[in-house]
């Protein structure tokens, strides 16, 4: 080996150790695949975390996706990325035995300064960060918390609400009056629902309403209008429905938030619109027919929903919120509260609602 190429290989193992700053030139280096320049500047290499694919993923065994791919990148001083720089990584908890999968040491970067690691959950809910690590040095970087969860809304944390309340002001007689029904939704450790989950709108009674809208940190939104209200809800009510798959509600006895055998949980026959506002369901009312079979069904005797106990299925079931838009003639009342239905206001929640002159 000539002193030449014993110098330049020094130089470069300098580099990658973090060399003293303005000490290290502008060097050439060949690679095995070619020839190929490497710029260094000052010795300097940073970290940072770019992104993750998905920055929430389903417990292990729950049928959703269960990986999400994160993405670090090294960059000199001046911000320009760094090829070939080594980065290991490491979890910040493997509780529940989540994991990162495949190689964890040594990654090198591609030619735009970026290394790649894959997150693997487990079967515990818990917020997991990756920290990627300089090879040879303290330089690290930390990845913003990636969420551990069900992500299946439960029926009891799925919420119907229209703004600014049900009393829709002059909608009794007046096409094209509008209002916001909100969705929320939530899985059973109370994180929000994943992104991109469909909820399904109905409106049997009277009225236009959005078909569906998507789940977004949770939430999400559709516009009715009024349409022929004073034909077609003579009861002054247009009942409306919001309907997702989702999971049945459950006590919770061993605290591991996910169903297990024995534990009680509430059957959820196929949703209906109660149209009637009679509470219980009247041959006729709309309903939401999950199996085609022409009849509504009841519960079904198992338990629909996330769940690790042996020859559990984790199937999903549909769950809904309906609630009946008070149509009024002019502008509802804003101090004359009623939490009465058989008063003429609907009793969704249990809280007193504006209500409405009724010509």
Do not use: H
């Not at 509600?249 to 605290?255: E, M, Q």
């Amino acid at each position: 080996m000539s002193r030449l190429t014993a110098l330049i290989g020094f130089i470069v193992m300098l580099v990658a150790c973090g060399g003293a700053p303005g000490d290290n030139p502008n060097i050439s280096t060949p690679s095995p695949g070619g020839e190929t320049e490497v710029e260094v500047d000052d010795g300097v290499i940073n970290i940072s975390f770019v992104s993750a694919s998905a920055k929430q993923i389903y417990l292990r065994g729950q049928g959703g996706n269960e990986n999400t791919i994160l993405t670090f990148r090294a960059t000199d001083s001046s911000g320009n990325p760094e090829s070939n720089v080594a980065l290991s990584f490491s979890l910040s908890t493997d509780v529940g035995g989540v994991q990162l999968k495949g190689s964890t040491q040594g990654i090198r970067t591609n030619s735009e300064g970026n290394a790649f690691v894959s997150l693997a959950s487990g079967t515990v809910a818990t917020p997991v960060r990756v920290i990627a690590s300089l090879d040879g040095s303290n330089v690290t970087a930390t990845s913003s918390d990636i969420i551990i969860s069900s992500g299946i809304p439960v029926a009891n944390r799925f919420s119907l609400s229209a703004g600014p309340d049900w009393g829709v002001d002059n909608s009794r007689n007046t096409d094209g009056v509008s209002v916001t029904l909100n969705v929320r939704a939530s899985d059973q450790f109370g994180n929000p629902a994943f992104d991109g989950i469909q909820v399904s709108f109905w409106s049997p009674e009277s009225g236009l309403v959005g078909s569906s809208c998507t789940l977004s940190s949770g939430s999400c939104s559709v516009n009715w209008e009024s349409a022929g209200s004073s034909q077609n809800a003579p009861d002054f009510y247009a009942s409306v429905m919001a309907f997702t798959q989702g999971a049945e509600s459950f006590t919770d006895l061993n605290g591991n938030f996910l169903y297990d055998e024995g534990e009680a949980f509430v059957d959820l026959p196929e949703p209906f619109v109660d149209e009637n506002e009679d509470g219980m369901y009247t041959l006729g009312e709309a309903f939401v027919d999950t199996n085609q079979n022409g009849v509504r069904d009841l519960g079904n005797g198992v338990y629909d929903g996330p769940c690790i106990t042996e020859g559990c299925s984790s199937t999903t079931v549909t769950i809904a919120r309906s609630a009946p838009l008070y149509l009024c003639s002019g502008v509802a009342s804003e101090n004359d509260f009623d939490p009465d239905p058989e008063n003429g206001d609907p009793d969704t929640d249990g809280d007193p609602v504006r209500s409405c002159e009724i010509d």
